[in-house]
């Protein structure tokens, strides 16, 4: 500690407490509590598969009736794409993305903690209405007109669409600052050749999130406007749509799985990079796999919809288009399986899920191929290949490789290694335990078993590939139990960190783990692809050169130019503050208020501008305000000497 740190410590820490845990805009704190948010609702909606599992182990079970079943896939499907897997995806972007460009903060670090409150609010909410029994009935896609007022009477509906409008605002919140942070925040000397392919991952997931979140908000705007206020979007017989659902939705939908796969894929190179001891083979070829990727992903959505009737030309259309998007994602296969082959392998538990990752994403893959075909789709449409086909790229395809980069960022966040051996049998566990369950339902599905039923006759052949299933279903809960016990026991007295336990070459272990407040004492100078490898080989680099003229006195940040990332300007970012926290609160009050009247939205909006008001009311100690004065009066003195406030 010199006294340069300890004045960065003092103008970057919280107020100490409660009021600090509210009040907090650092994005490391907020993330963490993201990442604990969303793997406590991913263990929520595992309860309820268990649940759904078990009623399916016998024909003819009658542990859930059909009502409670409706609500359980509903919930389980929704919770798992609304509040886990996009949210997670996000909140580990949170916490690694400045890290890894080497800046001090988030873009807008106030918008960030604003989202986190909207987030945990909504999902609070969604989980208590299925409490009461009002939960979502008419599945995770919402069609109307299950979901319509005549077939979903009740409040169930209205609290699913409002909440989903809801949560998606904080979704687009992190987008948004994470495009600003990677266009304008990162260090001098990182231009765009090189990025991170973790924060390349993450700028197309972005850019995804800003173009097709809008379309659910908008349908399921629609959808409780329909429902509450007698507009006819989706009635037809009044001249709405209700293919209109379908297409809004899918138009978000589709792009949804990979805007889930998409920084998985990033967290992939992360590892694969890193433990196979080289850099990535094919940097350029990945960068403009990701950018088609995120491109092509906006042209496929009608392949959700072959089964309703739409022009056979147009279906051919989406065949192809959907068929195209795996060379995108072979390029990239095969990129990394390059990187593998010529690496020196260190088969850390990290690696071993990312290993994993390609076993069960192919198999994902190719019955995403299958299905891409009309005749093939309209066979098994709605069947248990489609349940088989989702989960092995959503849990193949992403929830291994955040598992694997859940071993391989824990200690830079916690401070602390996790256990390998537990995680070894961890890893087993849920890889068996995941073709245990879903493999026999493509099976399943092929011999006739529909989705989204209570239960079955018996005599179909159907109940030996239910059991073996539920069977499997408990062996992952079985692994997701023992990574929880990993996490809880390496938290109490688990090895201490180094800043670099891995040998990575992004700057994100340049800094001590857990980083301090500030994160980088001296901003980075980059002048490679690896900034932590000597030559872009993987031996360590002795010294980081850095950038001076930074001030510690106030929460500055350098800003550097889109392309080449040269300094530009400096930029204050603002303090802590308990406004985001009461925003996030009066926006809660007018959707959920809405629900029940009409004039909710009116009333409600009151206290939501209330809030809003305060929060982005300019004060004279407003460090963007005092950065204008500071130009005039500071004139000729960019030399970053720290002053002192009178
Ligand atoms: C962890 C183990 C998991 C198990 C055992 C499991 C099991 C199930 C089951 C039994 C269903 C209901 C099938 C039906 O009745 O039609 C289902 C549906 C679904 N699951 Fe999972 N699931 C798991 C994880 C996930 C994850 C991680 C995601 C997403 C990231 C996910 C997304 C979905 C979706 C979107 C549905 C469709 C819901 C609907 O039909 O509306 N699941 N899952
Ligand atoms: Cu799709």
Not at 52 to 69: C, F, H, K, W
Not at 226 to 242: C, I, K, M, S
Not at 515 to 521: D, E, I, L, T
Request: glycine letters at 8%; one cysteine or more; charged letters at 15%.
């Amino acid at each position: 500690m010199n006294a340069a740190t300890d004045r960065l410590q003092a103008t970057w820490s919280d107020p100490p407490g409660f009021i600090g845990w509210l009040t907090t805009v650092d994005h490391k704190r907020v993330a963490r509590r993201y990442i604990a948010t969303a793997l406590g609702f991913f263990v929520l909606a595992g309860l309820l598969a268990l649940a759904m599992r078990t009623q399916l182990a016998v024909s003819e079970n009658s542990l859930i009736g059909p009502d409670l079943y409706n609500q359980m896939f509903s919930l389980h499907g929704s919770a798992m794409m609304f509040l886990f897997a996009v949210p997670v995806m996000e909140a580990v972007a949170v916490y690694v993305v400045p890290l890894m460009v080497g800046t001090r903060n988030i873009s807008f670090p106030r918008l960030n903690a604003f989202s986190y409150w909207v987030y945990l609010f909504g999902g609070i909410m969604i989980f208590v209405a299925f409490f009461m029994d009002v939960g979502p009935e008419a599945g995770w896609s919402g069609y109307v007109p299950l979901s319509s007022s005549d077939f979903s009477p009740g409040k169930r509906t209205d609290f699913w669409a409002q909440m989903i409008t809801f949560t998606e605002v904080a979704a687009l919140c992190v987008a948004v600052e994470i495009i600003a942070t990677v266009m304008t925040m990162r260090a001098p000397g990182m231009t765009l050749a090189r990025i991170p392919l973790f924060v390349w991952a993450m700028l197309v997931t972005s850019f995804m999130i800003v173009f097709a979140m809008p379309a659910v908000m908008l349908s399921s705007s629609f959808l409780i406007s329909d429902r509450l206020v007698g507009t006819q979007f989706y009635n037809a017989a009044e001249g709405g749509d209700p293919l209109l659902w379908q297409h809004l939705f899918w138009f978000f939908g589709h792009p949804e799985v990979y805007i889930i796969f998409m920084p998985a894929l990033g967290m992939i190179s992360s590892i694969v990079e890193t433990f196979a001891r080289r850099p990535i083979f094919g940097y350029v070829p990945m960068v403009l796999a990701l950018v088609a990727t995120g491109f092509l992903a906006f042209g496929l959505w009608v392949h959700h919809m072959f089964a309703t009737g739409l022009p056979p030309m147009g279906n051919s259309f989406y065949t192809a288009a959907s068929m195209l998007i795996a060379v995108p994602a072979g390029v990239q296969i095969f990129c990394w399986i390059a990187t593998l082959a010529t690496g020196r392998l260190h088969l850390r538990v990290a690696l071993l899920h990312v290993i994993g990752f390609f076993a069960l994403f192919v198999l994902g893959g190719l019955t995403g191929v299958m299905l891409a075909s009309v005749p093939l789709d309209l066979q098994v449409h709605d069947t248990y290949f489609v349940v088989a086909h989702f989960h092995y790229v959503l849990i193949g395809g992403a929830v291994f490789p955040l598992v694997g980069a859940l071993y391989y960022w824990f200690p830079k966040i916690s401070g602390r290694m996790l256990s390998e051996r537990m995680g070894r049998w961890q890893f087993w566990l849920f890889f068996v335990g995941f073709n245990v369950t879903f493999f026999p339902m493509h099976y399943l599905g092929l011999i006739g078993m529909p989705r989204r039923v209570y239960t079955y006759p018996a005599g179909m052949g159907w109940d030996l590939y239910n059991f073996i299933s539920t069977v499997g279903s408990y062996m992952i809960a079985a692994s997701v139990l023992l990574l929880v016990i990993n996490i809880a026991r390496s938290l109490r007295k688990g090895e201490a960190a180094p800043a670099d336990p891995w040998g990575s070459p992004d700057l994100s272990w340049a800094v001590s783990s857990p980083p301090p407040s500030y994160n980088f004492a001296h901003i980075p100078v980059v002048t490679g692809r690896h900034p932590l490898w000597a030559d872009d080989n993987a031996t360590p680099e002795p010294r980081l050169p850095v950038a001076e003229g930074v001030r510690e006195d106030r929460r500055e940040v350098l800003l550097t130019t889109p392309v080449d990332a040269t300094p530009c300007c400096r930029w204050a970012l603002p303090d802590p503050s308990i406004w985001p926290f009461w925003s996030a609160l009066a926006i809660t009050v007018l959707f959920v208020w809405s629900i029940f009247d009409q004039w909710g939205i009116v009333w409600g909006a009151i206290p939501l501008a209330i809030t809003l008001t305060i929060w982005f009311w300019p004060k004279r100690s407003d460090p963007s305000l005092k950065h204008d004065e500071d130009e005039h009066t500071d004139e000729g003195r960019d030399d970053g000497e720290p002053r002192h406030a009178a």
